[in-house]
């Protein structure tokens, strides 16, 4: 069955030291160098795996942690520009294969907004993925308003995807396992997008659309739990839905980097089959892995196509 993936990464040869430097480190050298070679490949491997896999698109975006790791915010902003000119080149080279995620310098909400809307318009980009917090500031933030406002009046989703916290949590110490993809991203990225709900961004902005990986980085397992204990705190914001209504009408997720039955099964029952989709997390996980998991899932036809590349289409006006 055809396939379209969202969450599969590439790197430019200016920001690979950045990378290296924060991810690659903790990583067994030969693996770290075969993802090297990979992201910043175009061509040959990118596109074999993606045949071997059946997958007939690739959403492409920056990998972590991109253009969020830059402290200086004039930097950011012309790496922000210079990235996407480049993935747009690449794109261009291909355009049956490929699309794109702008990667945005969220360091200055306002030249984020107008660069999405820059690649969007000039590029066909279909939306941004954004990794992580920026500087410590989290996008529920007021300063972040105008960005949102744009991105619901362009109508394309931001892929939440997971970055490092600005400070280690204590509770990771003497366990440097724990902070990255094992456990950190997952409650870092999670937090975040709860953060979201909380503020009530989505009662401003309902049509907003956030993408999640990894089947929803947990939150459909805790949705009711959610709902639960919303419901006896003392509120320091009203919302109009019950927390659980909002990631089941503002948010998607996908199986990026998570090729297991059980967790799709309660993406599934939570979220409903129109909101769940099929990624890769390339080339951090094997296209092969991730192909083969989808196929033989627990699904239906008709709930099948929708995972694999329906509702990418429809989402991603595709």
């Known amino acids: 069955m055809k396939k379209i993936a969202l969450e599969e990464h590439f790197i430019t040869p200016e920001l690979l030291p950045d990378?290296?430097?924060?991810?690659?480190?903790?990583?067994?050298?030969?693996?770290?160098?075969?993802f090297q070679i990979r992201l910043l490949d175009f061509e040959d491997l990118r596109i074999k795996a993606m045949d071997e896999a059946g997958v007939e698109i690739s959403v492409l975006s920056l990998t972590d942690p991109g253009i969020q790791g830059i402290k200086d915010t004039k930097s950011a902003v012309a790496a922000a520009s210079k990235t996407n000119a480049f993935l747009a080149e690449k794109i261009s080279k291909?355009?049956?294969?490929?699309?794109?995620?702008?990667?945005?310098?969220?360091?200055?909400?306002?030249?984020?907004?107008?660069?999405?809307e820059h690649c969007v318009n000039q590029y066909g980009f279909l939306g941004a993925l954004i990794n992580g917090q920026t500087l410590g500031s989290y996008l529920d933030e007021e300063k972040f308003l105008p960005f949102w406002k744009k991105t619901e009046e362009l109508n394309v989703p931001i892929y939440l995807h997971p970055g490092n916290p600005l400070h280690v949590s204590e509770s990771y110490k003497?366990?440097?396992?724990?902070?990255g993809p094992i456990w950190g991203w997952t409650a870092e990225t999670a937090t975040h997008a709860l953060r979201l709900v909380f503020s009530g961004l989505f009662d401003k902005f309902p049509k907003i659309q956030v993408i999640l990986g990894h089947m929803g980085e947990t939150l459909p397992y805790?949705?009711?739990?959610i709902d639960?204990?919303?419901?006896?705190?003392?509120?320091?914001?009203?919302?109009?839905?019950?927390p659980s209504q909002y990631l089941r009408n503002n948010?998607?997720?996908?199986?990026?980097?998570?090729?297991s039955n059980g967790p799709l099964l309660c993406a599934l029952q939570e979220l409903g089959e129109d909101r769940?989709?099929?990624?890769?997390?390339?080339?951090?996980?094997?296209?092969?892995?991730?192909?083969?998991?989808?196929?033989?899932?627990?699904m239906d036809k008709k709930a099948l196509e929708k995972v694999c590349y329906k509702n990418a289409e429809q989402l991603l006006k595709i």
């Open 94 to 116: 291909n355009p049956k294969r490929f699309r794109g995620f702008a990667c945005l310098a969220m360091q200055d909400p306002m030249s984020a907004a107008n660069e999405l």
């Open 222 to 225: 805790l949705l009711w739990r």
């Open 276 to 298: 769940v989709m099929f990624s890769i997390d390339y080339p951090y996980e094997s296209s092969n892995t991730a192909s083969q998991f989808i196929e033989k899932a627990p």
């Open 251 to 259: 948010f998607y997720v996908t199986s990026s980097g998570m090729c």
């Open 174 to 179: 003497n366990h440097p396992e724990l902070d």
């Open 19 to 34: 990378t290296q430097k924060i991810d690659f480190s903790a990583m067994d050298p030969k693996q770290a160098e075969d």
């Open 228 to 242: 639960s204990r919303w419901g006896i705190l003392k509120k320091q914001k009203e919302l109009k839905e019950l």
